[in-house]
């Protein structure tokens, strides 16, 4: 056990006044539905940098529309980057359309806002060393917490002039990059150990250093390497060479980064919520397009809620997760994004689980640890904090209130919790705009599904048909 203190949790507030909390749906029959969710944050941000670096103009097909989507979006135009929506086919909004940036800025001194985006906030300043011009970035409060050491100290090592406000070094947010319109690049060793993003960030604009770039983790292991992969995936997509045969070794040539036409996978990590439901209420959730070969870590989902008890197939492009009588307890290491999801059942199943390989979580939107251990044993439960993730035993939970920490994944563990106990309402469910503005009328669309079907199995005289 170790003592962090528990984040501070308030209640959200809007210009007219307190947002009353959102009374998550209680699932009083098995839940029986089919579920699309909106494009992979992970994906179009990553298709985003690589559009405004590109050789040519590029399109982003269904790409998602969030929050954290749209401050990388204004963040590229800001650099000078032409991004336009276009009619597309997409459930969830337009597709984009992007015109990469030149070497000079459009103005000498640009403010970036990089809200509470880890994408933005690491992806970002890599991107502005290589624009002639000045680029303040910050972000919301919590955004000045989060680990940026490692890419700051990277930049600078790299030649690139990064100041604090008082001129000094900085070692968060906020921070004023002072662009020249070229990196050499070449051999950079950097301790990742904090965020894979800090890899992803270096890697996805080192083609367009001069001399490329040959990065070297050193430290504890990098976490979240599925996300390490996704990039070292796209870059080769876009006709970057990479070399990543030596472990904590990552070698990208110089060379042009492809104009590219990409539809962008739905987010399988915000899958998770919804697959989850059909274990929190004893039903069936399927997810149609589920991919027959992706890189996002939420393909993972498929073993983790088969460990769990539930059935899980996989046919025709359609993945589908029936719930049984109980969900089982389970040991998980290195779920990496998928965690809160994950704790939210730990914390309905009927045995013990133990969840490893996840301490940078502490440096996540919150603290993950600290906010998940505080929710869940707010509500009766018996969760405690390790040293590298969470232990969490059996216990009958209570109503209560959820609290979010500005944190999507908090509110949807909160959404989840309430499916399977009464009366739980989550403070500020409006921070799943982050990545998935739609949550809370996709939520209730599901339960709907189910209780359409049962009205129309019970027939015209309202007795159940066979
Ligand atoms: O590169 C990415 O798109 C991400 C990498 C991961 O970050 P960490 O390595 O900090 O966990 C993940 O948790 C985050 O949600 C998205
Ligand atoms: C850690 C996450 O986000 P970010 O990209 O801001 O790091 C997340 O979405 O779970």
Redesign the pocket.
């Known amino acids: 056990m170790t003592g962090s203190t528990p984040p501070a949790a308030t209640d959200s507030h809007s210009s007219t006044g307190t947002v009353p909390h959102w009374p998550a749906p209680f699932a009083s029959r098995p839940i029986n539905a089919t579920v699309t969710v909106p494009g992979s944050?992970?994906l179009t941000?990553?298709f985003l940098v690589l559009a405004a670096l590109a050789d040519g103009p590029s399109r982003l097909r269904a790409p998602l529309h969030s929050r954290d989507s749209a401050l990388m979006i204004e963040a590229l135009r800001q650099l000078g980057a032409t991004i336009t929506e276009v009619p597309g086919d997409g459930a969830f909004g337009p597709d984009l359309e992007v015109t990469p940036l030149s070497r000079e800025a459009p103005s000498s001194k640009t403010h970036i806002d990089c809200g509470l985006a880890?994408?933005v906030m690491r992806f970002v300043p890599p991107l502005a060393a290589l624009r002639n011009g000045v680029s303040v970035f910050d972000g919301d409060p919590h955004a000045r917490k989060r680990p940026m050491g490692t890419i700051i100290e990277a930049l600078k090592a790299l030649g690139v002039a990064l100041t604090a406000d008082d001129g000094g070094t900085p070692s968060s947010l906020p921070f004023t990059v002072a662009g020249t319109g070229e990196v050499r690049g070449g051999h950079l060793v950097i301790d990742a150990s904090?965020?894979?993003?800090f890899v992803?960030a270096l890697l996805l604009v080192g083609a367009r250093f001069t001399d490329g770039l040959h990065l070297e983790h050193v430290g504890k292991p990098v976490?979240?390497l599925d996300?390490i992969n996704?990039?070292v995936a796209v870059l080769r997509g876009v006709g970057v060479s990479v070399d990543d045969s030596v472990p904590n070794h990552w070698v990208v040539a110089p060379g042009p980064i492809r104009a590219f036409d990409q539809r962008i996978e739905q987010d399988l990590?915000n899958a998770g919520p919804f697959l989850a439901a059909a274990l929190a209420s004893g039903g069936t959730v399927r997810i149609p397009d589920w991919p027959a070969g992706t890189t996002q870590?939420g393909d993972l989902w498929r073993s983790i809620l088969a460990d769990m008890g539930a059935d899980v197939s996989l046919a025709d492009g359609v993945l589908t997760v029936t719930g049984g009588p109980e969900i089982k307890g389970a040991d998980f290491d290195e779920t990496?994004?998928l965690a809160p999801t994950v704790a939210a059942l730990c914390a309905l199943a009927s045995g013990p689980s133990r969840l490893t390989g996840i301490a940078?979580?502490r440096?996540?939107e919150t603290d993950r640890l600290a906010a998940l251990v505080t929710e869940i044993n707010r509500l009766g439960g018996d969760a405690e904090e390790t040293s590298d993730g969470l232990v969490i035993r059996p216990a009958k939970l209570h109503a209560g209130v959820v609290h979010s920490y500005a944190d999507h994944r908090m509110a949807t563990a909160g959404a989840i919790l309430g499916l399977a106990v009464p009366g739980i309402e989550v403070q500020d469910i409006a921070t799943t705009a982050k990545t998935m503005p739609e949550f809370p009328q996709m939520w209730a669309d599901m339960l709907a599904q189910g209780a359409a079907a049962d009205k129309r199995a019970e027939g015209p005289t309202g007795g159940t048909q066979h």
């Open positions: 944050k992970s941000n990553r880890g994408t904090a965020s894979s993003q992803s976490p979240s996300h996704m990039t990590s870590v990496s994004e940078h979580l440096g996540h």
